[in-house]
Nanobody
């Protein structure tokens, strides 16, 4: 089993930055593909970013491309999401996810484990 715990969310003004962290425990996720998703109020959960186990392949949703950066530190069993130039439409609960595959994943059902989520609120 893998437990994922997100941290780093909060309230920020438009144009600001936040960095989310996702710490994995229970077993190593070094060989797991990892991803970030988000769910805004009244909307379905959507893909944000994904990274392979080695970090050599990364995909982003078009809505965050150029503003968000996903990275991982396998020594710390942690994945990060650096969010810059935040917009009010980025307001959502952000979820970290892990999949029992080395490759990336852009859809929810590609993932086996999920965190509880971290609230990000961007004020205008």
């Amino acid at each position: 089993q893998v437990q994922l715990v997100e941290s780093g969310g909060g309230l920020v003004q438009a144009g600001g930055s936040l960095r989310l962290s996702c710490a994995a425990s229970g077993r190593t996720v070094i060989t797991y593909g990892m991803g970030w998703f988000r769910q805004a109020p009244g909307k379905e959960r959507e893909f944000v970013a994904t990274i392979t186990w080695s970090g050599d392949t990364i995909y982003y949703a078009d809505s965050v491309k150029g503003r968000f950066t996903i990275s991982r530190d396998n020594a710390k069993n942690t994945v990060y999401l650096q969010m810059n130039s935040l917009k009010p439409e980025d307001t959502a609960v952000y979820y970290c996810a892990a999949r029992r595959s080395v490759g990336p994943g852009t859809v929810e059902n590609a993932y086996d484990y999920w965190g509880q989520g971290s609230q990000v609120t961007v004020s205008s």
